[in-house]
């Protein structure tokens, strides 16, 4: 409330929600963004939505200079952190991109907040530290291992803010490991707008659902869920904005991880199924190999969020989808293009 807020990756999918969210709230909003994989589109949306102004700086923050002019620029007085490269299958191609954007971008904001007396920060990590996980649900003293690149660096920059916790008593760090997070805004004008073939199971299904792929290839049947096929901790987007705003308001003294999920589980076909009620359309899908890294079930024991964050996600699975095909029925090719 009435804070200025940075927030980096913020014309991003998650980061956009966030910023609304926080504006909402009656937050200013910087929105730091090298829009290699998000839109400028989605901070005009959020800027429509909200009535309000959002500061916009085009910034690398894997460049030190640029990171330091922002901080020069504006009164930050918090950071959320979501820049960065998510695609785990280009992880595995590119390991160095990963390591050096994921990491050399946060290592230069921890360096300016430092420089600039600002300690509070919300970071963007993932339920993939887990890797394949020992205990279901997973509570977060649960043993990490992620399984590729990209969740390496979630782990790697988990570690450094553990880190600069411990060396210097100012950091407030929320860590916060997001299950699966889908759906929309529900007025449908801001939402996930993947660059070329979705990776992920809802935005492929959605176009799908749309007329954009022929049918969905389901990744393994043979699975021990009670369908045979993988079951997720699905968070709708609104709820996971909310869980930040929550963070920022209940920051530890030091470093603490927060599971960011329901509690509750879908599998590939229940999404298939909710989809289809959802939005009217048939989906074509057929069942093929596992995709390799994928595990049978994730599923977030979400207590510490509910106990110390006092956030909890509630909406369904069908409010999701519903709100996923509101965005992508009113904007079937995603956002127009920045050039346009
Ligand atoms: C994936 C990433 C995870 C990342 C998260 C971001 C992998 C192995 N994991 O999680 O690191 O943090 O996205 O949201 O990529 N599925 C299909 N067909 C598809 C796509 C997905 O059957 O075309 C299935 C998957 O096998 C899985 C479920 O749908 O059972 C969800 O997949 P997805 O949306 O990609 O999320 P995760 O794999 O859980």
Not at 12 to 17: C, P, R, V
Not at 73 to 102: C, D, M, Q, W
Not at 226 to 234: E, F, K, N, P
Request: charged residues 25%.
């Amino acid at each position: 409330m009435d804070r200025t807020i940075l927030v980096t990756g913020g014309a991003g999918y998650i980061g956009s929600h966030t910023a609304l969210a926080l504006l909402e709230a009656g937050d200013r909003v910087v929105i730091a963004d090298n829009l290699v994989n998000s839109s400028k589109q989605s901070i005009a949306a959020v800027e429509r939505l909200t009535g309000a102004t959002i500061e916009f700086a085009e910034v690398d923050l894997t460049d030190r200079d640029q990171t330091r002019e922002l901080f020069d620029t504006y009164p930050v007085e918090a950071a959320i952190h979501f820049a960065g490269l998510k695609a785990v299958g280009e992880s595995t191609e590119k390991p160095l991109l990963y390591y050096r954007n994921n990491l050399l971008s946060t290592i230069n904001l921890l360096e300016e907040m430092a420089a600039h007396d600002v300690f509070q920060l919300v970071f963007s990590s993932s339920a993939t530290v887990y890797g394949d996980p020992e205990i279901l649900p997973i509570p977060e003293g649960a043993a990490t291992g992620p399984t590729n690149a990209y969740g390496r660096t979630k782990l790697m920059i988990e570690d450094i803010c553990r880190d600069v916790a411990a060396a210097d008593p100012r950091w407030q760090i929320s860590l916060l490991r997001y299950f699966n997070p889908v759906g929309a805004h529900q007025s449908g004008d801001i939402g996930e707008d993947p660059n070329g073939i979705p990776n992920n199971l809802v935005p492929y299904v959605m176009q799908v659902a749309v007329g954009r792929r022929e049918k969905l290839s389901v990744f393994g049947g043979d699975y021990d869920t009670h369908d045979g096929t993988g079951v997720r901790d699905y968070i709708h987007v609104i709820d996971l904005a909310a869980g930040h705003l929550a963070a920022l308001d209940h920051l530890p003294e030091g470093c603490r991880e927060y599971n960011l999920g329901t509690g509750s589980g879908a599998s590939v076909i229940d999404v298939v199924k909710a989809a289809e009620a959802v939005s009217g359309k048939e989906i074509p899908y057929e069942i093929v190999g596992r995709r390799t890294g994928d595990i049978a079930t994730s599923l977030a024991d979400p207590q510490r969020a509910n106990d110390e964050l006092e956030w909890r996600a509630d909406r369904s699975i069908d409010a999701m989808l519903t709100d996923a095909w509101r965005w992508q029925s009113k904007n079937p090719e995603g956002y127009p293009r920045d050039d346009a």
